[in-house]
């Protein structure tokens, strides 16, 4: 059996709130500590090779939480992008943001601008950030632009589809790992995981380490996928 390589690794990043509440923390603390991991992970994935880090960070549900604790994701997005994920940049990581960047005030709109403009040159991992993501969102905004482009219809081929997805057509995860102990995907890369491999982890996501990613690609070097064959 041929050792594969894991070259797309995709995280839904669960499990913040329940950390807190374990550790009789407020939540808010749950949501820092899910994002210093976050920081944490793409320098290790970008240390092994990996080529595309994407995590679920807020989802398009997550718009309907309390108001007090979207102003909090607000204000930690801000700080994502104002300072600590362009350090992370200066390791040659490049930095996209996936989803519904319009739902954002503006002033975190021009920060995400800045980030991805700042760092498009840059060679290394390539880290994708699913702010206000959702797959079927992601698949519908697709066909919309399919149609005002006036493509025709027998010309739209999955090929095509995906370069109009917010992923625009960078190759599809090969693993996508979720940790928390829930064992659905939850509206994420719904049309880009149909042959992804995954795994579940019960950990929260603060908890996660970098024992865990080295196991988890063991784990998938030894997965045999067949792709339908």
Known sequence: ?????????????????????AKGLPTFEGHRQGYEKMKQTAKWCADRGIKILTVYAFSSENWNRTEKEVG????LFREMFESALIEVAKDNVRLKVIGQKEKFPQDIQDMIARAEERT???????????????????????????????????AITEELL??????????????????????????????????????????????????DLDSIIEEFKNRQRRFGK
Request: proline share 4%.
């Open 162 to 211: 995906s370069k109009y997805l917010w992923t625009q057509g960078e190759a599809d995860p090969d693993l996508i790992v979720r940790t928390s102990g829930e064992y659905r995907l939850s509206n994420f890369l719904t049309w880009q995981s149909a042959y992804s491999e995954l795994m579940f982890l019960e950990k929260n996501w603060p908890d996660f380490s970098e024992k």
């Open 1 to 21: 059996m041929s050792v594969q390589s894991l070259n797309h690794l995709a995280i839904i990043l669960d499990g913040n709130r329940r950390w807190a509440k």
């Open 120 to 154: 498009k040159e840059n060679t290394g991992l390539l880290f994708q950030i699913g702010l206000s993501y959702g797959g079927r969102p992601d698949i519908l905004q697709a066909v919309k632009r399919l149609i005002n482009e006036k493509i025709e219809p027998e």
């Open 72 to 75: 909090y994701l607000l204000n």
